[in-house]
C-alpha cells in the first residue's frame, strides 16, 4: 500500500490536530535554523537572484508551515539591507501529499502577507507563494526551477509500508510489532532498509533536475546514530504503540484483526462533494466553459506558434468543482494536437490554479491523481511533463511574479467583486438599497453609481495586475456575466438577484428574519455592459482587445432543446437554479443571516424561479473577451 494514498497529518485545529501538536517539529526546526541561514546567505551571496524560488516539501498545516519562510525572508532581506541593495522577490512552494490540508495552510497566508508588509516595510518586494501537491519521491518542478529545497521532519516516511512483509503462505513476518522492533526477524529490517534507500536515492535524483546548478538544499529528518536498527534510539514509541494494540486485541477477542483493517477506507474523505456544494451544482458555469471553448482554442494556437518549450498557464477563479481542470485538459489536448501536426517535441506545462484562500483547494487537490493518470493514458510516453499548483489570493491584485505566465483564463468570476461596494448608506446610517440585495429596479441612482465604480476599480486592478505578470504577447481569455444594454436596471441581470431579495422580504413580512438585516445585505456582483468592459481594457492600456463574443445561457441550460425550445419540468428547474446559487451564496448568507434560514431561504427561491420560468424563458448574458499582453 503506497503511503501518499492515506498519511497525513490531523487536519484543522481541534485538540488532536497537527497544528496543536507539532512543537516537537518546531524545536527541530529552530535547532536546524542556523544551518538553513547559512545555506541560504552563501548562495544568495553566489548567485544574487532577482527572484529566489524556494521550495519547503513535506509543509504540513501547522504553525511550522510558514516559520522556515519567515527565517529565510528575513535572513535575505537583513543581507540586502546590510550591503544595500534591494532585496528579490521570493516564489515560495508549499509541497506536501494530496491529502495534506491545505485549506487551512491557506487561509493562514492573508495574515502572512500582512505581518511581512508590516515587518519589512513598503520598500519589500512581493512574496508569491503557491501550494504544489505530490509526492515528493518523484518530480515535482520543471527543470532547473529551484534555487533552494528545504525539508524537515518528512523523509523518515517512506513512500510505501515496505513490500515482502509476509511470507509466501500469507504467514506475516512482523508480528506483534507496527514497526522494526527487537523481535522483528532480519528479513524485516532488510525490507525496510531497501525501501528506504528507493526512496531516498529518488528523492535526491528528483532534486537535481529540478534544482539550479549550485542551489542548495537542507533536509532534517529523525535517525539514529548506532548501525544497529534494533537500538532503543528510534523504535522505542513504535513499540509502546504496537503494545498498547496488542492490550486492546486481548482485550477484545471480537476485535477486527488489526492487521487485516484497510486504511485507505478508514482514512476516506467526503470533502466538499455534498449536496449543497458547488461541484454538485456548477452546471451553468461549465455550459459557459463549453461555449467559450473555441476563444480559448484560437488564442492558444496563435500563443503557441512561438513554439515555447515551457507554457506557464494561470486559471483565475478555479474554485474546486469538475470543472476546475476542464479548461487545463482542453488547453492541453489543442497544444497537444498543434505540435504532433508539426512533428515537435511536447512543451512542459506549469499551470496555477487560483482562487481566495478559503477556496476548498483539499478538494481540488485530490482530484490530481485522477488527471495525472488520465494525461497518462490519453497522450502516451512522449507527452511532457505537466506540474499543478494552487495559489491562493485575490485575482484583485499581484499573484505571479513579472512575465512569468504565457496564458491566463477566468471565467465566471470577474462579475463578482472585490467587495460590496461603499456608500449604501446615508450619513445618518440610513439604507439606500432598501428592499434589494444587489443593484435592482427600486434602487436609489446612488446604488448603481457605486456599483458601477467598484467594477471599474476592480477590473482596472485586474487588468494591470496581469499586465505585469504576463509575457509580452501572452493571452488572456475571460469569461463574465454581463449585459448587452448600457442600463444597469436591465432584465438581463436583473431577475436572479430581484428574486432572492422577494424571497427574504416574505420571510420578513412573516418575522422569521430582522427587516433591518436584510437592508444591510447586499451581494458584490455587477454584470458590466460591453461598452464599460471594452473602455475599461483601452483605459488601461496595456492589452490589444482581440475577439469580444456575447452568448446568452439559460438559468438551466438543461431547458433547451437543439432547437431552443423551452422543456422541462419547471419546478425541477427552479430548484436546480436554486441549488447553484445556494452552492456559491450560502458561505455569505451564513455569515449575515445564520445558518437557520438556509434551507427555507432556497425553498422559496425555488419556487420563485420556478413560477418566473413558467412565464419565460430567462437567460443569462455571458461577455467573451479574448486579450492580447503589448509589448
Excluded at 487536519?11 to 496543536?20: F, I, L, Q, R, W
Excluded at 484497510?262 to 466553459?289: C, R, W
Excluded at 470577474?414 to 448608506?425: A, D, N, T
Excluded at 432598501?434 to 485586474?462: R, T, W
Aim: some cysteine; glycine content about 8%; hydrophobic content about 35%.
Amino acid at each position: 500500500m503506497e503511503v501518499q494514498q492515506v498519511l497525513h497529518m490531523t487536519a484543522g485545529a481541534g485538540d488532536t490536530s497537527y497544528v496543536n501538536n507539532s512543537s516537537l517539529q518546531r524545536t527541530a526546526i529552530d535547532k536546524a535554523k542556523p544551518i538553513v541561514i547559512n545555506a541560504i546567505l552563501d548562495l544568495f551571496k553566489a548567485a544574487s537572484p532577482e527572484m529566489l524560488s524556494i521550495a519547503d516539501l513535506g509543509c504540513s498545516s501547522g504553525p511550522n508551515t510558514l516559520l522556515v519562510i519567515s527565517e529565510i525572508i528575513n535572513a535575505i532581506d537583513g543581507r540586502c539591507r546590510d550591503i544595500g541593495r534591494s532585496s528579490p522577490e521570493f516564489r515560495v512552494f508549499l509541497n506536501d501529499l494530496y491529502s495534506n490540508d491545505f485549506n487551512t495552510l491557506f487561509r493562514s497566508l492573508p495574515s502572512f502577507h500582512e505581518k511581512l508588509r508590516k515587518e519589512r516595510g513598503n520598500g519589500f518586494r512581493p512574496c508569491y507563494l503557491a501550494g504544489v501537491p505530490g509526492s515528493f519521491y518523484g518530480r515535482l518542478f520543471p527543470d532547473s526551477s529551484l534555487h533552494f529545497i528545504h525539508s524537515a521532519a518528512s523523509l523518515h516516511w517512506l513512500f510505501q509500508v515496505p513490500p515482502l512483509l509476509e511470507s509466501e503462505n500469507g504467514i506475516t513476518l512482523n508480528k506483534g510489532n507496527v514497526y522494526i522492533g527487537k523481535s522483528s526477524p532480519p528479513l524485516v529490517f532488510k525490507a525496510y532498509l531497501e525501501q528506504f534507500q528507493r526512496d531516498f536515492s529518488l528523492f535526491l535524483s528528483s532534486r537535481s533536475r529540478e534544482m539550479v546548478a549550485g542551489g542548495r538544499m537542507v533536509l532534517a529528518l529523525l535517525g539514529r546514530r548506532s548501525h544497529d536498527p534494533y537500538s532503543g534510539e528510534c523504535g522505542v514509541h513504535w513499540g509502546l504503540l504496537a503494545q498498547s494494540l496488542n492490550d486492546m486485541v486481548s482485550q477484545n477477542e471480537n476485535l477486527r484483526r488489526i492487521e487485516d483493517m484497510d486504511v485507505e477506507h478508514v482514512f476516506h474523505m467526503n470533502g466538499g462533494d455534498g449536496e449543497a456544494s458547488y461541484a454538485q451544482n456548477s452546471f451553468l458555469p461549465k455550459t459557459a466553459i463549453q461555449k467559450a471553448k473555441h476563444a480559448v482554442e484560437k488564442a492558444i494556437q496563435e500563443l503557441y506558434c512561438t513554439f515555447p518549450d515551457s507554457l506557464s498557464i494561470a486559471d483565475l477563479g478555479c474554485s474546486s468543482g469538475p470543472n476546475t481542470l476542464l479548461v487545463i485538459s482542453e488547453i492541453i489536448d489543442t497544444v497537444d494536437g498543434i505540435r504532433l501536426h508539426l512533428r515537435r517535441p511536447s512543451p512542459e506545462f506549469r499551470v496555477f490554479l487560483n482562487d481566495l484562500p478559503s477556496n476548498d483547494f483539499n478538494n481540488l487537490f485530490r482530484s490530481l491523481p485522477g488527471f495525472y493518470e488520465k494525461l497518462k493514458k490519453e497522450k502516451g510516453d512522449d507527452f511532457g511533463s505537466c506540474y499543478v499548483a494552487g495559489v491562493p489570493g485575490s485575482f484583485y491584485g499581484r499573484l505571479f511574479p513579472y512575465r512569468s505566465l504565457h496564458f491566463v483564463h477566468s471565467s465566471y468570476c470577474l462579475h463578482w467583486l472585490s467587495r460590496v461596494p461603499p456608500l449604501l448608506e446615508t450619513e445618518n446610517g440610513i439604507a439606500l438599497n432598501k428592499g434589494n440585495i444587489c443593484m435592482g429596479k427600486s434602487s436609489h441612482p446612488l446604488v448603481f453609481k457605486a456599483y458601477s465604480e467598484q467594477f471599474n476599480g476592480d477590473f482596472s486592478l485586474f487588468l494591470s495586475s496581469r499586465s505585469v505578470e504576463i509575457v509580452e504577447g501572452g493571452k488572456m481569455v475571460i469569461t463574465l456575466v454581463g449585459r448587452t444594454s448600457p442600463d444597469p436596471c436591465s432584465e438581463e441581470c436583473r431577475y436572479v438577484a430581484e428574486l432572492l431579495a422577494l424571497a427574504l422580504d416574505d420571510m420578513v413580512s412573516e418575522g422569521m428574519v430582522e427587516e433591518a438585516k436584510v437592508d444591510s445585505f447586499n451581494v458584490p456582483y455587477y454584470p458590466p455592459s460591453i461598452g464599460e468592459v471594452k473602455a475599461a481594457i483601452e483605459r488601461e492600456g496595456s492589452f490589444d482587445l482581440g475577439e469580444l463574443e456575447i452568448f446568452k445561457v439559460s438559468w438551466d441550460p438543461s431547458m433547451d432543446d437543439d432547437n431552443g425550445n423551452f422543456v422541462c419540468d419547471k419546478y425541477a428547474s427552479g430548484m436546480k437554479v436554486a441549488k447553484f446559487l445556494r452552492s456559491v451564496l450560502e458561505p455569505m448568507l451564513v455569515s449575515h443571516f445564520g445558518k437557520a434560514i438556509i434551507d427555507d431561504l432556497f425553498q422559496r427561491y425555488g419556487k420563485k424561479v420556478a413560477d418566473h420560468m413558467s412565464k419565460e424563458n430567462p437567460k443569462h448574458v455571458n461577455l467573451v473577451v479574448s486579450m492580447t499582453k503589448r509589448g
